[in-house]
């Protein structure tokens, strides 16, 4: 009989251990997420601070076909309303256009290919007369 009491005093303290882990990480997981929507919500703000609606409807269609490359183009744009460079003026479509170009210019990958002549010849089946 000790044995099994034993046993349902550990199992009860086991659970008991688990709800409140499990609680703590539910209201960890919770103040992130609190956290998260917070951050967005001033990204939102400041975008909408530092964009006319033409480019942040570009912004939005850039966003939905390549989302990575928005997220460099939103950082840079958070980027320089922050630090004073867009002097309180919205960013227009045709100034928000030009700031892409540059984006793309300088993340614009280079492809090469390397062929090597002579690893080629050393196979080529006219070498066996």
């Keep these: 009989m000790a044995d099994d009491e034993l046993e349902a005093i550990r199992a009860k303290r086991l659970a008991e251990l688990q709800r409140q882990q499990g609680g703590d990480g539910a209201a960890k997981a919770q103040a992130q997420a609190q956290q998260q929507a917070k951050e967005a919500e001033m990204r ?16 939005n269609t850039i966003a939905v076909a390549k989302p990575e490359k928005a997220k460099m183009v939103e950082n840079l744009i958070l980027q320089m309303a922050t630090s004073g460079q867009l002097h309180g003026q919205k960013l227009t479509e045709e100034a928000f256009k030009d700031l892409l170009a540059q984006v793309s210019s300088s993340t614009q990958k280079t492809t090469t290919v390397k062929f090597d002549r002579r690893r080629a010849h050393m196979d080529d089946s006219d070498d066996d007369y």
């Excluded at 939102?44 to 912004?59: E, K």
Aim: charged share 20%.
């Design 44 to 59: 939102n703000v400041i975008l909408g601070q530092a964009l006319d609606q033409g480019a942040r409807t570009r912004l």
